[in-house]
Nanobody, 122 residues
């Protein structure tokens, strides 16, 4: 079993930055793909970014590409999401996920955190 806990969310003005962290416990996530998803008010959960277990493979959704960066520290069992140039439409609950399959679909992930709220004001 893997437990994931997100942190780092908050309220920020448009154009600002936040860094989300996801700490894993229970077992090592070093062989899992790690992903970040988000769910805005009244919307379905959508893919934001993922990183393969080796750390060299990353994918980003078009709406965050060039602004968000995913990284991981396997020694600390932690994954990060650096979010720059934030926009009001980035407002959402951000979820960390770990999965064997991974990918951009929620079904590829086996473990989920409870999420952290990010609110971007205009």
């Amino acid at each position: 079993q893997v437990q994931l806990v997100e942190s780092g969310g908050g309220l920020v003005q448009a154009g600002g930055s936040l860094r989300l962290s996801c700490a894993a416990s229970g077992r090592s996530t070093s062989t899992y793909t790690m992903g970040w998803f988000r769910q805005g008010p009244g919307k379905v959960r959508e893919f934001a970014a993922r990183m393969g277990w080796r750390g060299g493979s990353t994918n980003y959704a078009d709406h965050v590409k060039g602004r968000f960066t995913i990284s991981r520290d396997n020694a600390k069992n932690t994954v990060y999401l650096q979010m720059n140039s934030l926009k009001p439409e980035d407002t959402a609950v951000y979820y960390c996920a770990a999965g064997v399959v991974g990918g951009t679909d929620v079904r590829g992930y086996d473990y989920w955190g409870r999420g952290t709220q990010v609110t971007v004001s205009s």
